[in-house]
């Protein structure tokens, strides 16, 4: 569990004081498995590493209870909808393994929308097969992270559905004007809405200078607080 390389493990966020941690299920492309078997295999980890007592996984609200003591807690989040294409992993089954947060798409398009890579048009938004990825996320307590989603995709969203989303990891576009950044009034809607936004310390997404400071993130978090208030940014 303890090891010197990667930025955290378990018992380094437990000493570090965190009751909390989401921990992304991500198949990177390109990658030895294919998107199922890779999204099961950490699936398998997970539960396993909850069944030795390390951690207990997120799967609802009197899961949070007691938190800092015990076991960390940890929601689990997939990170973009790559695996769940075609019936590759049945949307209920990843619900009862522990998924209780995903981001529709990564950086490239799938079934369910466009992403942010430099090769998919921005324009691009929530195809009938995402909507219906979102209603079930709804019906089943599933987060919404629009995170990797293209700004055609957040406009639909927006626009088709009322409830509370999340951006794990993004930063302000009208400070650095980077394509996984949100625009102002983006991040003014998912104020209204109660979601959070994850700060990223990647020198991109700070800023467009060729290196970036503390003082960079500083004015990222403020911008946040400014748009939304203090409990706004994570």
């Not at 209870?65 to 076991?71: A, D, L, R, V």
């Not at 689990?76 to 947060?101: M, N, T, Y």
Request: with cysteine.
């Amino acid at each position: 569990l303890e090891g010197t390389q990667g930025h955290a493990d378990v018992p380094r966020l437990k000493k570090a004081g965190f009751g909390l941690s989401g921990w992304s299920l991500f198949w990177p492309p390109g990658g030895k498995l294919g998107p199922a078997e890779s999204i099961r295999g950490q699936l398998a980890l997970a539960h396993r590493l909850e069944q030795a007592g390390a951690i207990r996984i997120v799967r609802g609200k009197k899961d949070l209870e007691g938190m800092g003591n015990g076991p960390l807690k940890v929601l689990l989040h997939l990170e973009g909808c790559k695996p769940l294409e075609a019936g590759q992993i049945d949307w209920d089954w990843a619900f009862g393994e522990g998924v209780r947060s995903l981001s529709l798409t990564w950086n490239e398009r799938n079934e369910y929308a466009s992403g942010t890579g430099k090769d998919v048009s921005q324009a691009g938004g929530l195809t009938a097969r995402g909507r219906e990825l979102v209603m079930w996320c709804r019906q089943n307590g599933v987060m919404v992270d629009i995170a990797h989603l293209s700004d055609g995709g957040v406009d639909d969203l927006l626009e088709f559905d009322s409830g509370m989303l999340i951006a794990t990891h993004a930063n302000c576009r009208h400070l650095a004007p980077w394509v996984r950044n949100l625009r102002d009034e983006v991040i003014k809607e998912l104020h209204q809405r109660g979601g959070t936004i994850g700060v990223v310390l990647v020198p991109d997404f700070m800023t467009s200078k060729p290196s970036c400071h503390v003082d960079d993130m500083k004015k990222h978090l403020a911008r946040l607080v400014e748009l939304g208030g203090p409990d706004l940014p994570s």
